[in-house]
């Protein structure tokens, strides 16, 4: 059974730091893993996706990065803002027709 | 391009009743996935649909159920209520099920 934790649980920086956000998951055997953010009381927002096959993705300030063997993801945020200030995810497809497990989150404080 | 909808957004209901939730899937993409998500149990994957047919189904019990129509719409169902139902209810749509998912705003259910 895949189990994913992130580790801390909460985390708070001033502004303008650079910051990397933990993933780790016990089955290295996955199909893709994608990162998410979510807003109180909202839904999700997908921020990248990574297939198995690949080591990093990158959309803006925002760099995902995947190490199957020893089963950890980070999601680094370069020059934060207050509005970066959510809770974010990863959630990891074991196989191409399975359902994603998601971690438990890291709640991210961005302080002015 | 419109995002995923869901409706209603908010909902309240007492105890053994029934309650019928909506999602409309972002236009041509044919996996809808249903959670739940509690501040206890973080997101919990409910079941996937895929052009009509349940592809994969979490652990919950034989009350929640669900179904997809033709035009990617899904409905998710959940029979006598019970207070532990309450919980944010997220629905995601995405082209193949293996892809990027999008998730909507959510429906908040409350059961009293």
């Known amino acids: 059974k895949q189990e994913v934790t992130q580790i801390p649980a909460a985390l708070s920086v001033p502004e303008g730091e650079n910051l990397v956000l933990n993933c780790s998951f016990t089955?290295?055997?996955?199909?893709?893993l994608q990162w998410f953010r979510q807003d109180p009381g909202k839904g999700l927002t997908s921020l990248l996706l990574?297939?198995?096959?690949?080591r990093e993705q990158t959309s803006g300030r925002l760099n995902a990065s995947l190490d199957k063997s020893s089963g950890r993801s980070t999601l680094y945020i370069a020059a934060s803002q207050p509005g970066d200030s959510a809770t974010y995810l990863c959630?990891?497809?074991?196989?191409?027709?399975?359902?994603?497990?998601f971690g438990t989150g890291t709640r991210l404080t961005i302080i002015p | 391009k419109a995002g995923v909808t869901q409706t209603p957004r908010y909902l309240i209901k007492t105890r053994g009743q029934q309650v019928t939730l909506s999602c409309s899937p972002i236009?041509?993409?044919?996996?809808v996935s249903w959670y739940q998500q509690t501040p206890g149990q973080g997101l919990q994957f409910l079941f996937e649909?895929?052009?009509?047919?349940?592809?994969n189904k979490g652990n919950f019990p034989g009350r929640f159920s669900g179904r997809q129509f033709s035009n990617s719409r899904s409905e998710m169902n959940v029979s006598t209520l019970e207070l532990g139902d309450s919980a944010l209810y997220l629905c995601a749509s995405s082209y193949q099920g293996t892809d990027t998912q999008y998730f909507g705003p959510g429906t908040r259910l409350t059961v009293l």
């Open positions: 089955d290295s055997a996955i199909y893709n």
């Open positions: 236009s041509g993409h044919r996996s």
């Open positions: 990574i297939q198995s096959s690949q």
């Open positions: 959630a990891v497809r074991r196989g191409g027709n399975e359902k994603l497990t």
């Open positions: 649909y895929f052009s009509e047919t349940q592809r």
